[in-house]
């Protein structure tokens, strides 16, 4: 099995392509044919070795057949693992190096460089499976959440070339990456509203140049402000018929506000405005309590005034009578 793409000269140095990861027993290139194309039949004696033999990159390579020179793969090349180990340079090649001694009626160095050319042996991977995130609902459009890339040892198209946003519903997000630097970002592309949508799920998918895939998926929380105002159930409140004879304390009826935030930000407070003693109000259940005895030929009609307050930060108000 020959492996050698095709052999090119560089700056006086041959360069040989191999692709990573050949079977041990590979033959990488013909030394003898490499080196004297022209007059290979008439050398009688001829004899190549390597100039070392353990060390790197040396220990990928034996030649078998000293008089032939066939260069073979005496160890598995893993290009991916050899860049991340910065053995050789991957953002160009990764080339590896071998001082080839000829001895042909004297000793003579060649130096020739195998080219491991990279194969997408390696799927797009997310560090997690799936990620939380949380976005306050104010956030302004543009607003910029930094996700954690994936990651594909492999080069250029057999890397990543692109991410997308799946999901089975509209989504008020885009993503945005750079990937040469290897970021990623969620943009906020619309108006964030928790009371209408508190949360959404999607997935993440990272391509490879052959459609290879890894998956992230992601559950955003919207974080709630309190930008919903109280609201009471009826503006006006009209209690007929409280007979004079009513004892304090009786209950005689019940305002109520609905507030669409979240947590403190939609507790209400209910608060008598109305400069009435006769009358309270329940801070909490919005209960109007009797606190006098009522006297109908003094009074026939108590107009009340009562505001209801959420408990969250810059309280909103409503008012009911
Ligand atoms: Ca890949
Ligand atoms: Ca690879
Ligand atoms: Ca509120
Ligand atoms: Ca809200």
């Given at each position: 099995m020959l492996s050698c793409c095709y052999c090119q000269q560089q700056e006086d140095h041959l360069i040989i392509r191999s692709t990573e990861k050949l079977p041990v027993h590979t033959e990488v290139i013909n030394l003898r044919r490499?080196?004297?194309?022209?007059n290979i039949s008439d050398i009688k004696t001829i004899d190549f070795s390597l100039a070392k033999r353990d060390e790197f990159p040396y220990m990928y390579f034996l030649i078998n057949h000293s008089s032939q020179g066939i260069l073979t793969i005496r160890k598995e090349i893993d290009r991916d693992e050899l860049c991340r180990l910065r053995y050789c340079r991957c953002d160009?090649?990764?080339?590896?190096?071998?001082e080839i001694i000829v001895d042909r009626e004297g000793f003579n160095i060649e130096l020739i460089i195998i080219r491991i050319i990279d194969r997408n042996?390696?799927?797009?991977?997310?560090?997690?499976?799936?990620?939380?995130?949380?976005?306050?609902?104010?956030?302004?459009?543009?607003?910029?959440?930094?996700?954690e890339a994936a990651v594909d040892h492999d080069q250029g198209p057999n890397s990543i070339i692109?991410?997308?946003l799946i999901s089975s519903k509209a989504l008020p997000f885009s993503l945005l990456y750079n990937l040469i630097r290897g970021d990623l970002?969620?943009?906020?592309?619309?108006?964030?509203?928790?009371?209408?949508?508190?949360?959404?799920?999607?997935?993440?998918?990272a391509r490879d140049g052959d459609n290879q895939t890894g998956i992230l998926h992601v559950l955003v929380t919207i974080d709630d402000i309190n930008d919903s105002p109280p609201k009471f159930e009826q503006l006006v409140y009209i209690i007929n018929n409280i007979s004079e004879s009513i004892s304090i304390d009786s209950i005689i009826s019940r305002v109520?506000?609905?507030?669409?935030?979240?947590?403190?930000?939609?507790?209400?407070?209910y608060y008598l405005i109305?400069?009435?003693?006769?009358?309270h109000v329940d801070a909490v259940?919005?209960?109007?309590?009797?606190?006098?005895?009522?006297?109908?030929?003094?009074?026939?009609?108590?107009?009340?005034?009562?505001e209801a307050r959420d408990k969250g930060e810059g309280y909103k108000t409503d008012f009911c009578t």
């Open positions: 490499l080196l004297f194309p022209n160009t090649w990764c080339d590896l190096e071998l042996d390696h799927k797009p991977v997310f560090l997690k499976n799936q990620i939380n995130l949380t976005i306050v609902e104010n956030a302004p459009m543009g607003a910029m959440i930094k996700l692109g991410y997308s970002s969620l943009v906020v592309e619309q108006v964030l509203d928790r009371e209408l949508i508190s949360s959404y799920t999607f997935d993440i998918i109520h506000a609905i507030d669409d935030d979240d947590g403190v930000n939609g507790e209400i407070n109305s400069q009435d003693n006769c009358f259940t919005g209960d109007i309590r009797v606190r006098c005895l009522l006297d109908y030929e003094t009074q026939t009609t108590h107009r009340l005034e009562i």
